[in-house]
T-cell receptor, first 110, second 111 residues
Framework: DVKVTQSSRYLVKRTGEKVFLECVQD?????MFWYRQDPGLGLRLIYF???????EKGDIPEGYSVSREKKERFSLILESASTNQTSMYLC?????????FGQGTRLTVV | KQEVTQIPAALSVPEGENLVLNCSFT??????LQWFRQDPGKGLTSLLL?????REQTSGRLNASLDKSSGRSTLYIAASQPGDSATYLC??????????FGSGTRLSIRP
């Protein structure tokens, strides 16, 4: 079975902190994604990566950056966390068809 | 721009009923459509993937259909059980990289 693992289920960070969310997949997938999910807004794409060191902005990249140094790992970075980045963050990976998601990270910025 | 809509936003039915969840999309040029299940506070679990060349896919009590020309997909759940209670999301893949999600249908099965 494909496994997508996010490093934390719950995180609490202070405003202004630099925050790293890590995602690892074990199926050699080329494509990896970061979404955030908010009530009433659904899932919104932040960034995606189609290969090592390759990345593209999604619909809401402001305030975020990403890193993909190895194929299996895709990191989301909040450069300076703000309260409006409190959300559920979901990582996904796939080759070309079926997408697989991690368990989600509930981030609270206080 | 591709838009995905799921109606209704919430649905409550008694246990044992068969039910249909609906998904519509605005651009018929898609690669595939995927149905997911999400339990509260959890990630998404893939249920079914329908390639653009397929009309339907089945897994156990679940059957998903796809009509690209009309921009519609349905997820049929047979003999519903309380454990089926969750939010169901459909997602459309209309480019090599981007997956667009509907807002989901929150399903509650009453014992």
């Amino acid at each position: 079975d494909v496994k997508v693992t996010q490093s934390s289920r719950y995180l609490v960070k202070r405003t202004g902190e630099k925050v790293f969310l890590e995602c690892v997949q074990d199926m050699d997938h080329e494509n990896m994604f970061w979404y955030r999910q908010d009530p009433g807004l659904g899932l919104r794409l932040i960034y995606f990566s189609y290969d090592v060191k390759m990345k593209e902005k999604g619909d809401i990249p402001e305030g975020y950056s990403v890193s993909r140094e190895k194929k299996e790992r895709f990191s989301l970075i909040l450069e300076s966390a703000s309260t409006n980045q409190t959300s559920m963050y979901l990582c996904a990976s796939r080759r070309t068809g079926e997408a697989f998601f991690g368990q989600g990270t509930r981030l609270t910025v206080v | 721009k591709q838009e995905v809509t799921q109606i209704p936003a919430a649905l409550s039915v008694p246990e044992g009923e068969n039910l249909v969840l609906n998904c519509s999309f605005t651009d018929s040029a898609i690669y595939n459509l995927q149905w997911f299940r999400q339990d509260p506070g959890k990630g998404l679990t893939s249920l079914l993937l329908i390639q653009s060349s397929q009309r339907e896919q089945t897994s156990g009590r679940l059957n998903a259909s796809l009509d690209k020309s009309s921009g519609r997909s349905t997820l049929y759940i047979a003999a519903s059980q309380p454990g089926d209670s969750a939010t169901y999301l459909c997602a459309v893949d209309s480019s090599a990289s981007k997956i667009i999600f509907g807002s989901g249908t929150r399903l509650s099965i009453r014992p």
